[in-house]
């Protein structure tokens, strides 16, 4: 009896033991990627700040800003920057989508290759990232989740990135430089201030009826959404 009572003693110290190294390897991993990122900024902020300080004094906006939205046109290959401080939303740059998988439509399934297009935020920043650095896009998202419970679908896929260099299969890479410049400013302004739109085309210029597709049966009410989002971004006059 005593042997049993002191077995089960065993036992919740060990599982007690291994709960407390489990914290302590998931903490360890948080800790370090924080100094991955903080490095990151130590090497590349002087350069991205000497980069797109004159960018954002033209606009008249703060540096660093408070927001940033990125719209994502897959039709023209180009990812615009926007920013605000107090007030409205300025247009910054503009990037080449260098690489890109898929065509026109949204992500429907793991292996499809195509880029997603909805209304996004960035979940991640990853330092470590094989394609120099990268942001991570929180696909799918709710509504991406309601239309495929919705239609019956499973295994929707995921790891979906804005990364550097310039191949990319069902993410959007753009270049080192230019994610450079992205990853610095979401480190500095944190990855809840980064917004994301995908589009497949610039629905400031097109209308939604342009895009003759009714599959999903619910792409038309996706398009409607991603139009009137982006239109809340117009150019400056030339």
């Not at 990122?37 to 540096?63: C, H, Q, T």
């Not at 910054?92 to 880029?115: A, H, N, T, W």
């Not at 790891?159 to 990853?183: P, Q």
């Amino acid at each position: 009896m005593e042997s049993g009572n002191v077995n089960r003693v065993r036992r919740c110290l060990l599982l007690i033991f291994l709960a407390i190294a489990g914290l302590h390897h998931a903490a360890g991993a948080e800790s370090g990627m924080q100094r991955s990122i903080e490095r990151v900024l130590a090497k590349y902020s002087e350069k991205v700040e000497s980069r797109l300080l004159p960018r954002f004094r033209y606009a008249g906006i703060d540096w660093p800003p408070k927001e940033l939205q990125l719209l994502a046109i897959k039709e023209t290959r180009r990812m615009e920057l926007w920013a605000r401080s107090d007030g409205g939303w300025h247009y910054i740059r503009e990037y080449q989508i260098k690489g890109m998988s898929g065509g026109f439509g949204p992500k429907l399934k793991e292996g499809d290759r195509q880029v997603p297009e909805g209304i996004y935020r960035i979940s991640l920043l990853n330092p470590n990232s094989s394609f120099h650095l990268s942001l991570k896009v929180d696909y799918p998202n709710a509504y991406d989740r309601e239309m495929a419970q919705r239609d019956g679908r499973r295994r929707l896929g995921g790891d979906i990135f804005i990364h550097g260099n310039r191949v990319s299969s069902g993410c959007l890479a753009i270049g080192d430089n230019a994610i450079e410049e992205l990853f610095v400013l979401g480190a500095m302004l944190g990855k809840e201030r980064v917004h994301l739109l995908i589009s497949p085309v610039d629905f400031r210029t097109y209308s939604t009826e342009s895009l003759k597709t009714d599959k999903p049966d619910w792409i038309g009410s996706l398009y409607q959404q991603i139009a009137h989002e982006m239109r809340r971004f117009q150019r400056p006059q030339q």
